[in-house]
């Protein structure tokens, strides 16, 4: 019998097809160590595929930049506001920070063509691993969706689009769970509540996105949504929904990431970093493959990342950043304008940049 | 081989002893799709004694749903008896006859409220995908499981002790995991084709829509993101369904898109009658795919010509998705007429846009 598939959906910012997948076996492997296990091979438990919108939405930027470029090279423009606006545009096909990450914030939950775009390909991709892993020659395969920060938000926006409740009527573009069960569903860094006060799609806090329960209809035989109290993005609208089977992950280490060329960087929002902490990547070897994990190792692995965490005056410099974001969550709804929530995003982003800054300037110091 | 040759045999006797009770008496070689059902993973023999007359049920029944299918589809979704071969209420009542003789409450906790829950599932219910799914016991985190029919009834969760590990054993002469995971293929048998069905008609539907926003991506006219953002913005009802992702938008909308034009301004000077302008679409619609796309928009030329006004303002008409021409008042009585060519689209037709691209970046 063939082992479980693990689709992986990346998050925020540019990403070359094949980096997620390494994000999340990097990460699975430094918690298979940190559990002490030997002759650990990750590729004999697991099948990984990706989704990746980044390159589609990258596209569409690029078009976008190189379209308004071309026309500022034949034109010269007079008007002050079209000159503002075509080299705001024409800035777009730069990959800075700011622009990679807002704005694919932005396209997700502005820019309703390419949205919905991106998530019928990725309707489509998950239709057919769950046709294929039913009906392969050695077994059905399990299904496992592993989604990270935006990707949470796509991933949330297309299950709902996918899965009926068990009191809804058929729908020819639908299936259900009790045929077609995710056998797990890990929403890592989960923003879907953030992004959808601009989508204005279900709300997650209430939606069929979870573990299916006596409680709830659900798509997923085990749910684990996961967040870090010191990543900025799951402050604003956290995600707190506690599933029946699976477990709401708090997470709250910072560590310093070593880099192969010496340096050190400080980035709890990391997907790697998520998956080292063996509160979720010891759960999930535990959870997805038949690996002897006692508690007792698991707890010894705990001891051990601990080890590799950093305290004191850092944490507290972040906290202060926090409490900003915080604030501006709490003066967000789905009531207030579009353009106001625009604003507030660019709000978030700034904050974010700002904590971003410190982590940096607290990596110099530490190295 | 022999036994899976053996077990084929066997099933297609069953299956031929079900065509005697269904209406038009059909035979499984007439439908091939039936035929390959039984390769299915799922559908293999099992070593578990008390499972085996389950897995006959649960396969003929399958099978039974795929001949009706391929017999009259319309039918088959509406009349349960033909859908069927005569057996509207699937194969609870054996499964419950199987837990009753077999499962107690004393390993297995709660079984006998599940028992009665499921002896009164209504039957009546709309035939929909999951009215014949059957799963029993459904694995959830590691060690725990959940007795389950479908969603919607009993879904009680129970961990592996020491005690139910040796019933397991006795049951099956398997541990708990195993057994349980045997129990829910077998089980499952009964749905298999209609749960198929469901999947690919999804899978169908799905990959046409996608390929519905293809070409609206690629053969609209091209879009701003202030023109994706204004279209969205129009269509926000439909695009904001988070339930049912929406069919691409019959009209494209503009605002604020800049264009590169060629104009003709018969009142211009000689040696300035002809010019490359700026053109802006303040609002405008296009139809992008209707037989002959056309669309149009409010707009307004510039050019930096030595004599006369430098900006009009009039109507730009869209064909094609591609072609745009366009009509300015200059004010004063004069008028220019002017063409307007989607850059990314012309060139990229011709292969040259990298080229021009490259040209125009430098």
Known sequence: MKPPIVLVIHGMGTHVTGDVIKEVKTGLNASASFLGLQNFALDTHFDFEEYNYSEYFDEQRKAQGDFFKALGKVIPFSSRFLQELFQFQAKLADDSFFYTHWLDVITYGVLDTIRITAMLRLKEKLLTLLRDAANDAEGKRDVIVVAHSLGTAMTHDVLTSLYLRPDEPDDDEKIRYINHPLSGLWMVANVSRMTQILTRYLDPNHSIVRDDSANSAGVAKIYYPIYNQFDPFTVFKRYLVEPVYGDLIRTNSLRFIKHTDGSKTVNPHSLTEYFSNPEVGAEFLYQHTMLQITPAMRQAAKVKYLTTTIDGELKDAVKEILAKIKALSNTVNASNDLLSLISCSMQLFLFVKELKDLYATSSKQGA | ?362
Request: charged residues 20%; hydrophobic residues 40%; aromatic residues 12%.
């Open chain 2, 1 to 362: 081989m022999k036994r899976l040759t053996l077990f084929v045999t066997t099933l297609l006797l069953l299956n031929s002893f079900a065509w005697v009770v269904h209406a038009d008496n059909n035979a499984i070689a007439d439908y091939p799709d039936c035929a390959k059902l039984l390769t299915h993973n799922n559908v293999r023999e099992t070593d578990v004694a008390i499972l085996q007359p389950i897995l006959a049920a649960t396969t003929e029944f399958m099978l039974a749903t795929c001949a009706a299918f391929n017999e009259d589809d319309m039918r088959a979704l509406n009349d349960r008896h033909f859908l069927t071969a005569g057996k509207p209420n699937g194969n609870r009542a054996e499964l419950v006859k199987l837990l009753r003789k077999n499962f107690s409450d004393e390993p297995f906790p709660d079984i006998s409220d599940v028992i009665v829950e499921w002896q009164s599932v209504d039957y009546t219910q709309a035939l929909n995908s999951q009215l014949y799914s059957l799963n029993v016991i459904q694995g959830k985190r590691r060690d725990e499981y959940a007795f389950m029919l479908q969603s919607g009834t009993s879904n009680i969760s129970f961990m592996v002790d020491d005690r139910m590990q040796q019933a397991c054993l006795k049951l099956s002469t398997m541990a708990c995991d195993l057994f349980f995971k045997e129990v829910e293929r077998v089980t499952s048998v009964q749905n298999i084709f209609l749960g198929s069905n469901e999947i690919k008609q999804a899978l169908v539907n799905t990959a046409q829509k996608r390929q519905d926003w293809h070409r609206f991506g690629e053969e609209g006219r091209f879009m701003t993101f202030i023109d994706i953002a204004f279209t969205s913005w129009i269509y926000s009802e439909e695009f904001s369904n988070g339930k049912s992702l929406p069919p691409p938008p019959k009209y494209q909308f503009f605002a604020l898109r800049p264009s590169i034009a060629y104009e003709h301004f018969s009142a211009a000077e000689s040696g300035d009658k002809d010019e490359m302008t700026l053109a802006v679409e303040w609002v405008g619609i296009n139809q992008w795919d209707a037989d002959i796309p056309w669309g149009v928009s409010i707009a307004s030329v510039y050019a930096d010509r030595s004599k006369g006004r430098k900006l009009g303002h009039g109507l730009m008409l869209h064909l094609n998705n591609k072609l745009s021409i366009g009509f300015a008042n200059r004010g004063g009585g004069d008028n220019s007429v002017y063409i307007n060519i989607d850059l990314l689209n012309w060139f990229s037709r011709f292969d040259a846009y990298a080229s021009f691209k490259n040209a125009m970046l430098d």
